[in-house]
């Protein structure tokens, strides 16, 4: 270990990324996006991954640390990053320890930054389980409690986690989520041909939906929406309701998938579907419809409108401030919901006017400018305007395992 004192660009900021999982959902593509990002801005950067995600990592440009393999149990994790972690960020000479996923080491020499994503344990309560209630709202207080500098991807969720909390505002920096722009792109006819294969039988058209089949998606309500703004459809001239997402505990949405179905509408879960089938998915559907009850800012909004999709959404929080002008509003209530889908279905002028407007509106997000706030909120960490050059000591040669 090299215990020399070396000019570096920045102070070391030591990134926690163990708790992303292997299907990248939300939390994972936002952490995976803005890495290569914080190194392009020129953070010194140090991400600490498990085994799976080294390689990933450090193809970014990013110096990388191997968790011990029992962060991959989610218990053992939590244990680890209160035991291990400090040490790890202490033995890396992390100036700034960033946590992105609400949870953080309580007790750390390095300045502590921390993701809250969304408040809606607070402002939602009924959709998340009693578990989740308790675990979540206590480290949102903790942050708080702490004086820890936060990140979270909304203007509207800044301010919710000032109003609940009491917390300064000066300590609070929010940092809008971007989309890869070689992904989520309109898709090409060859795109939208290999999607449908995936697809048995292969449907004409179809309305998308993108997210986990959890309560505050409000997937029933999606789907009774969707059978009364197609019931008087002839069966042949149908579109499809794709459901793309991972399983998540909200146990009406299997009952209410059942009963269409059985009604002779075709609705179809397709559980995690592959990053590379996303922009076929989303843009090459009708309308994509995400009616959420709540969000902290609303991922697959954003990823729909880039990949030219017609987008329907609701007004709850953070969304609007995603969607603007470029999306097609409703309220949650099924009603509503299958009123707006009935008019979009049935106007194509509109649907396209949506589509483009869209794709104008999603240029102004970007995982460059997601970055750059994050090196706004590590400078507050340590007091300082801006992340400039400084002396540090050096780190040990990383790239093994903790």
């Not at 002779?264 to 009850?293: C, E, K, N, Q």
């Amino acid at each position: 270990m090299n215990s020399t004192t070396r000019p570096r660009s920045t102070p070391i900021v030591l990134l926690d990324a163990t708790a992303i999982p292997a299907d990248r959902g939300g939390v994972g593509r936002y952490v995976e996006n803005v890495v290569p990002e914080l190194v392009a801005a020129g953070v010194d950067l140090v991400v600490v991954c498990q085994q799976r995600d080294e390689a990933g990592f450090a193809a970014s440009g990013a110096r990388t640390i191997v968790a011990a393999g029992w962060v991959a149990r989610a218990s053992g994790r939590f244990v680890w990053e209160q035991v291990a972690l400090p040490g790890i960020a202490r033995r890396a000479g992390a100036a700034v320890l960033h946590s992105p996923h609400y949870t953080f080491p309580l007790f750390s020499r390095s300045k502590r930054v921390v993701t809250i994503h969304d408040l809606t344990f607070f402002t939602a309560p009924e959709v998340h389980s009693r578990l989740k209630r308790v675990f979540f709202r206590s480290w949102i207080r903790a942050a708080k409690a702490l004086r820890l500098v936060v990140v979270t991807p909304s203007q509207t969720t800044a301010d919710e986690y000032v109003r609940i909390t009491r917390a300064s505002a000066s300590r609070v920096f929010a940092a809008p989520l971007g989309y890869d722009t070689a992904v989520f792109h309109v898709p090409s006819e060859a795109d939208l041909a290999e999607f449908r294969s995936t697809l048995v039988p292969e449907p004409a058209t179809w309305v998308a939906f993108l997210g986990t089949l959890e309560p505050r998606k409000n997937v029933p309500a999606l789907i009774e929406g969707f059978v009364s703004a197609t019931r008087a459809t002839a069966p042949a001239e149908r579109p499809a309701l794709l459901l793309a997402g991972g399983a998540g505990w909200d146990q009406a949405v299997d009952g209410a998938v059942e009963t269409a179905q059985r009604d002779g509408f075709d609705i179809r879960m397709l559980g995690y579907t592959p990053l590379a089938h996303l922009r076929a998915l989303l843009g090459g559907a009708r309308v994509t419809a995400y009616p959420s009850l709540g969000e902290g800012f609303g991922l697959p909004v954003l990823e729909a409108m880039a990949s030219g999709a017609c987008v329907l959404t609701s007004r709850e929080l953070s969304l609007p401030e995603v969607g603007g002008d470029a999306v097609a509003y409703c309220a949650t209530d099924s009603a509503s919901i299958g009123r707006e889908l009935t008019r979009l279905l049935a106007d194509d002028a509109q649907r396209e006017s949506y589509a483009a407007a869209g794709i104008q509106r999603a240029a102004q997000f970007s995982w460059a400018r997601c970055a750059a706030r994050h090196t706004v909120a590590y400078a507050a960490a340590l007091g300082r305007p801006t992340l400039r050059p400084n002396v540090t000591p050096a780190s040990p040669a990383v790239g093994g395992h903790a």
